[in-house]
């Protein structure tokens, strides 16, 4: 009995924000479906059809409360910031059980 080979993942790329661009106004363009444009650069379909999204909240064209590029990296931020400020205070906390054991 054969065993199938199994397929190995493809490794995970990354793009860059001009070339996601282009790639969404030739999708954009009409002429090719967004299946035919991903096929051609060798791409998912999945992946562009999330870029092409990002792009219409970009834009302000697509209205469904998701957050366009600026608002995800602030809030990123934010996030980042609101983690390190929460260590803080339990740092202070211990701290000051610390030195109130201390005083007594």
Known sequence: ??????????PRRSFTAEFKADIVERCRAGDRSVGQVAKDFDLTE??????????????????????????????????????????DVEILKRATAFFAKETR
């Not at 009995?1 to 493809?10: D, G, I, S, V």
């Not at 999330?50 to 990296?73: H, I, M, N, P, Y």
């Open 1 to 10: 009995m054969e065993t199938m080979a199994k397929k190995k993942p493809r």
């Open 46 to 87: 999945t992946a562009v059809r999330e870029w092409v999204k990002q792009a219409e909240r970009d834009d302000g064209t697509r209205a469904e409360g998701d957050l366009g590029s600026d608002d995800q990296a602030e809030l990123a931020q934010l996030r980042r910031e609101n983690r390190r400020l929460r260590e």
